[in-house]
């Protein structure tokens, strides 16, 4: 109870806190920029952890009221709920993962009226041939940006997405805060938007197009946003696509642990190092945004390999990938191997669950 009252404090005192940052969108709603301010007090505090598609299904279950394997094992909801827009660009009823749209909307409401913080990630598919994230065969990014010859097909996917974030309310009729993720892993070579298919300006371009589209056309300010890479070995690199600090209030990269832990840390340690520079450089705040082992083989993995790393940077959040089912996972359910381990994970100083971010009216108003 000590720990949540500290944070709560953090929070609350803002006269405490240095000068904070506003929302790359100038026009940012309410309960957004108290958000982006709150996680700023946050700042060194504490990490924020997340799971993609926590609320929504698990190992041995889907769509059960208030099920999650993260709070089948810590007693409590991760801070982050993860979610993905893909397939909403075709009016579908369910996501890339199968998750129906209208359970999503409802876990994301829930996550939001218990002081959560949703965020979301779209691996969309081609607009210029409807085939998924990861058709890289044509230079897609420049047939879609103004003058492409795809542009408009291109506005089609956006309105849609559009229109379900718009719907996305609390329940005073309020535009519920997202964590934006276009274009995740940019300097990849595996998505249509990939490093391989397109120019860095080119990239620029498509995310300057796409951020004022929502904004401008669809008056959605309610959205933070999130430049998360893929593997970089420099600052240069990392940049080297960054649309402009009108444009982003996150940095951050996806690094999964693989089958050398000791590489995972190593690179992940030179990473996090690089992103608190590159945040305090440009006012903003870092992330690990996706990250993982999947089906953790290794006990003690959480307390031995992630907590080091994150626990000496600046990252704001750390999201794990998602539950599919018992042949692939990256959050231990009840009875795996590293649950245990997990469970001490999720108690540590460093890390910052629902239990201890509820009390914090983060969005700057009272929970129900």
């Avoid at 081609?126 to 890289?136: F, I, K």
């Avoid at 693989?258 to 520079?277: P, S, W």
Wanted: proline residues 4%.
């Amino acid at each position: 109870m000590k720990k949540i009252a500290f944070f709560a404090a953090a929070v609350l005192l803002a006269s405490c806190s240095p000068k904070l940052n506003a929302p790359s969108d100038k026009l940012a709603t309410k309960e957004t920029r108290e958000l982006y301010y709150n996680l700023q007090r946050l700042h060194g505090k504490g990490v924020l952890f997340g799971h993609h598609d926590d609320t929504g299904y698990g190992v041995g279950w889907k769509y059960d009221k208030d099920s999650s394997d993260v709070k089948g094992v810590t007693g409590t909801h991760p801070a982050i709920y993860g979610w993905d827009l893909s397939k909403i660009e075709h009016d579908s009823e369910a996501d890339i993962n199968g998750l129906p749209f209208s359970m999503q909307t409802k876990r994301v409401k829930e996550a939001y009226e218990r002081g959560g913080i949703n965020s979301f990630s779209w691996h969309m598919d081609n607009p210029v041939d409807s085939l998924t994230a990861w058709d890289t065969t044509r230079r897609t990014v420049a047939d879609i940006i103004p003058g492409g010859a795809f542009n408009t097909a291109y506005e089609q996917y956006l309105n849609r997405a559009a229109q379900y974030l718009q719907q996305l309310k609390g329940n005073d009729g309020e535009q519920i805060p997202i964590l934006f993720r276009p274009f995740h892993e940019m300097t990849g070579n595996w998505f249509w938007w990939g490093k391989n298919t397109c120019t860095p300006d080119e990239f620029k371009k498509l995310w300057r197009f796409t951020i004022d589209y929502l904004r401008n056309t669809w008056n959605l300010h309610n959205l933070l946003i999130v430049y998360s890479a893929a593997d970089f070995k420099s600052e240069s690199e990392f940049l080297q696509r960054y649309p402009g600090d009108a444009y982003v209030d996150f940095v951050g990269v996806d690094s999964y642990c693989l089958k050398d832990v000791n590489v995972y840390r190593q690179n992940l340690d030179k990473q996090l190092t690089m992103l608190d520079t590159i945040a305090a450089r440009h006012k903003k705040l870092s992330c690990l945004a996706e990250t993982g082992y999947l089906n953790i083989p290794q006990a003690d993995w959480w307390t031995t390999e992630l907590l080091p790393v994150i626990s000496a940077h600046q990252a704001s959040y750390v999201l794990v990938w998602r539950n599919a089912g018992p042949d692939q996972y990256y959050a231990p359910y009840i009875g795996q191997g590293s649950a245990a381990d997990f469970k001490k994970f999720s108690e540590d100083d460093h890390l910052i669950f629902q239990n201890k971010l509820t009390p914090l009216k983060i969005y700057g108003k009272d929970l129900e």
